[in-house]
């Protein structure tokens, strides 16, 4: 045991750079301001974390500090199990590509599965009658089996799995709420959807690959989520979408109102105006923290807090969408 005199006491000095590494990624600003309210924290911690060891006995403050030291112990597990764990999270990341990779060429008909054909009848086969199932026309006598292989060579066949990340999404409750009937015909459109976490920062990122198509003119849009860590869950620091360039007339966010003129009017032209309307689409366009969030009254600041964890819970369910339906579609 240390026979310091100031064992109990807290050193304030040095918190800034004993921070973990994750706040490397906060501004000068955010990190200033993380450290000052961890100091008041401490501080206060410090005068209660005096007042009741002053009350204990010797022996019972003996036992204190073996207590403390297995804390200690237990928190330099913790550390090592949240490294070990980040390192096999992005081991297994690794393995899991070529899975996707391999999901997204069947979905899109990239490439073409081997088909389980059915055995072919025996020529020698004979049914209950004693010959082959056939028709008669106009005296000539036809296989069913080559009347049916004739028909399939002309029909057209489907490419990939059509519809498959529509089916995926629309099979989960919280994104079927997200996605309007207007919706469905875009996301037909939809090939690919991935994950991944942020390298320079707490946070991931959701990418969704789309054919071209009559809505909009983007290939990708993606979805970035900045996390900040707490003792329990990461909290969502911001979300950044890309703005969809839309076709004329085809905004999937927005409805066109069309009303006609008061009476009286010089005009006799519709009034034309657009409002916004409920679409998965939304998804790209996330609520935003003002700057200034001393403006906000408490209800306000509580809408916005709703909207931002409804974001985030969309933005959860999708990336667990893409791992999920690897192989289980339905």
């Known amino acids: ?6 064992k109990d006491e807290f050193d304030m000095s040095d918190l800034g750079a004993s921070l973990p590494a994750a706040t490397a990624a906060l501004s000068a600003e955010d990190r200033a301001g993380l450290v000052n ?20 006995t010797p022996q019972v403050r003996k036992r204190v500090d073996v207590l403390r030291e297995l804390q200690s112990q237990h928190d330099e597990l913790e550390a090592k199990f949240f490294e070990e764990r980040a390192a096999l999270e992005a081991k297994y990341q690794k393995l899991y590509e070529p899975l996707y990779t391999k ?21 020698d086969k004979e049914t209950e009658n004693g010959k082959l199932s056939t028709i008669s026309v106009s ?32 099979t989960n409750e919280i994104l079927a709420e997200e996605i309007s009937e207007r919706d469905e015909e875009a996301l ?22 789309f054919d071209t198509n009559p809505f909009f003119k983007n290939t990708v849009l993606v979805k970035t989520y900045h996390m900040i860590d707490d003792d329990d869950d990461p909290i969502l620091e911001k979300a950044i979408g890309t703005k969809i360039e839309w076709h004329p007339n085809k905004c999937l966010t927005q409805k066109i109102l069309k009303r006609k003129p008061k009476k009286g009017s010089k ?14 689409f939304n998804f790209f366009n996330p609520p935003q923290v003002p700057e200034d969030d ?10 916005l807090q709703n909207l931002m964890e409804q974001d985030y819970d969309v933005g959860s369910v999708s990336a667990c969408t893409f791992s999920l339906y690897l192989l289980d579609l339905l």
């Open 1 to 6: 045991m240390s026979n310091n005199p100031n």
């Open 37 to 56: 309210a961890l100091k008041d924290k401490l501080q206060n911690l410090a005068g209660q974390h005096t007042d009741i060891l002053e009350t204990l």
């Open 103 to 123: 999901r997204y060429e069947i979905v899109n008909g990239v490439v073409e599965v081997e088909c389980v054909n059915e055995a072919p009848m025996d020529e």
């Open 139 to 170: 005296s000539m006598q036809i296989d069913l089996n080559i009347c049916f292989k004739i028909s399939c060579q002309h029909l057209v066949p489907e490419k990939g799995v059509p519809n498959f990340w529509l089916t995926a999404m629309k």
């Open 188 to 209: 037909k459109y939809l090939k690919d959807i991935k994950w991944c976490k942020l390298d320079d920062r707490k946070g991931f990122k959701l990418e969704f690959f």
């Open 267 to 280: 005009t006799a032209k519709p009034i034309i105006k657009t409002e916004s309307c409920e679409s998965f």
């Open 294 to 303: 001393d403006d906000l009254d408490e209800d306000a600041a509580e809408d």
